[in-house]
């Protein structure tokens, strides 16, 4: 949510409620007149309380980390689904601040009134309120004259330096629904749990199939992977960690049939209802999750939003990585379809992912040759290069893709002209996270054409996923482009629903 002059932008600090957020919410207490406010008095004992149980989650997690009962193995069924980065020196300290915060807002949740509580977050209270274990910010020393962008998102804006850096957190442009203001699942009108996730995809999934248009609209598979690119590019996929990169932690048995008996802070089992129409024919009942990462390194007292582990530039930040790596002569090594090392150690991912992410890497090692092949080529040539692609990857984005999806005239009414603006703070909202991401589904299509030499062959699309060699780039590529997908679907449907 932002302000808007004629040539600057003001971004909220706070997420902001607005007047349909009780109905949105259901349980949300009626605070319009409720001016109270925690003692801050207190804050002090329950920072201390908070710092020790972060503490002590943070060990607990290191030793489960290195017990294989609570890691996912080999033989399991969804191995490799949850790979877990390591946490990195320089964010040891950061991780830690965010957990001290988070105990530190669960027990106001326990010991405060949830009018007082809202008014906190909500920056009604005390302006700038952080705790004390937080003192001093992050310096960030830019060079002003150096030419092309950073690899992990900093100093990209001179004037505010960690606007779109790796790590950050996403902004709340609208206030979450928690049933306890600050972490714990939003609950119905009535008080009872919300339908279960997987129950929900489902019967979405049999009502747009039931009744759902036939048609399809000019868009293919291929323009699914492509916003997936993107979207990896932005934001990236940030699990709770510890000091060393894992599978992932176990949640349920290996067989999937039920929770397991070493559920750790690091998991969430999922279940998974019995008539679901993609696990309930292979009798899994329950699958692994690894939620997703808080940050609040500077242990502010408002809505924590998740972690963002790539930076907010479209800068293919998830090709190139959050460091140079080059060999000696600038190029990239490349893996199977032209996927760097960063793309090719996110698996699981599909071929036709890693084919158009490829198609950049291969750009940056074509342009190193020929640059290096010009005797006066001056200047770094991988730096060069790098700007070529990122340039050709934002002009397709700007001036094909964003158009095709919005239209000429929503495109040109948000005003896409890609001028800078030292205004606009470049963190991706929860809102592009989730509005992408909540109805994807309907789009995938259950086969993906594969199409090679000529020859097409409808395949599932849970084969790509498996044995990447084995599948020709190409005909990956091509395949994708000649399988629609019905994206009218939803909208068809929730006219019919009455929304």
């Avoid at 972490?183 to 019967?203: D, F, T, V």
């Amino acid at each position: 949510m932002y302000l808007f002059t004629p040539d600057k932008y003001y971004f909220s600090e706070v997420p902001e409620y607005y007047a349909g957020y009780d109905k949105q919410c259901g349980y949300s207490p009626k605070c319009y007149n409720d001016q109270s406010c925690p003692n801050q008095e207190l804050f002090g004992e329950y920072e201390k309380e908070a710092f020790i149980k972060a503490v002590a989650e943070m060990l607990s997690n290191e030793e489960q980390a290195q017990n294989s009962c609570y890691r996912i193995g080999k033989g399991e069924f969804d191995y490799g689904l949850f790979q877990t980065k390591g946490i990195k020196p320089n964010e040891d300290l950061d991780v830690r601040r965010t957990l001290t915060t988070d105990k530190f807002l669960k027990t106001l949740a326990k010991k405060m009134g949830k009018c007082e509580l809202r008014n906190l977050l909500d920056g009604k209270c005390y302006t700038n309120v952080t705790l004390s274990c937080c003192n001093g910010a992050e310096q960030i020393t830019c060079d002003p004259d150096d030419p092309y962008r950073s690899y992990d998102g900093s100093c990209n804006n001179l004037q505010h330096p960690s606007w779109g850096k790796r790590g950050n957190a996403l902004k709340h442009p609208i206030a979450p629904c928690y049933s306890d203001v600050v972490s714990k699942p939003a609950r119905s009108k009535s008080g009872a749990p919300l339908p279960q996730n997987r129950k929900l995809i489902s019967e979405l999934a049999d009502f747009l199939e039931k009744y759902g248009p036939t048609t399809s609209s000019s868009l293919n598979m291929f323009m699914v992977f492509c916003l997936e690119v993107i979207n990896s590019d932005m934001i990236g996929r940030a699990n709770k960690r510890t000091q060393c990169s894992t599978q992932g932690f176990r949640g349920c048995r290996a067989d999937g049939l039920d929770r397991s008996a070493f559920v750790s802070t690091l998991s969430n089992p999922l279940r998974m209802p019995a008539d679901d129409r993609y696990y309930g024919e292979s009798g899994i009942s329950c699958l692994n999750f690894s939620p997703q990462e808080k940050a609040n390194d500077r242990c502010e007292l408002k809505h924590v939003a998740e972690r963002n582990m790539e930076s907010s530039y479209l800068d293919l930040s998830s090709l190139y990585g959050d460091a140079p790596h080059y060999d000696a002569n600038g190029k990239l090594p490349l893996y199977h379809c032209g996927a760097t090392a960063p793309v090719a150690e996110s698996a699981p991912t599909a071929v036709q992912f890693a084919a158009i992410i490829g198609l950049f890497g291969k750009l940056h090692n074509h342009c190193v040759d020929r640059v290096r092949s010009c005797p006066k080529c001056k200047g770094s040539v991988q730096e060069r290069c790098r700007a070529l692609t990122i340039g050709v990857y934002q002009k397709i984005i700007y001036g094909q893709l964003l158009p095709l999806l919005f239209g000429d005239e929503l495109y040109n009414l948000c005003g896409f002209d890609c001028e800078y603006n030292p205004y606009a703070e470049s963190v991706v909202s929860q809102t592009y996270k989730n509005g992408p991401g909540r109805f994807a589904h309907v789009w995938i299509t259950d086969e993906v054409m594969y199409k090679r030499q000529g020859k097409s062959q409808w395949r599932p699309l849970n084969e790509y996923f498996r044995n990447h060699e084995s599948f020709d780039c190409s005909a990956t590529l091509a395949g994708a482009l000649e399988t629609p997908i019905k994206t009218d679907r939803l909208a068809d449907a929730v006219r019919a629903l009455g929304f």
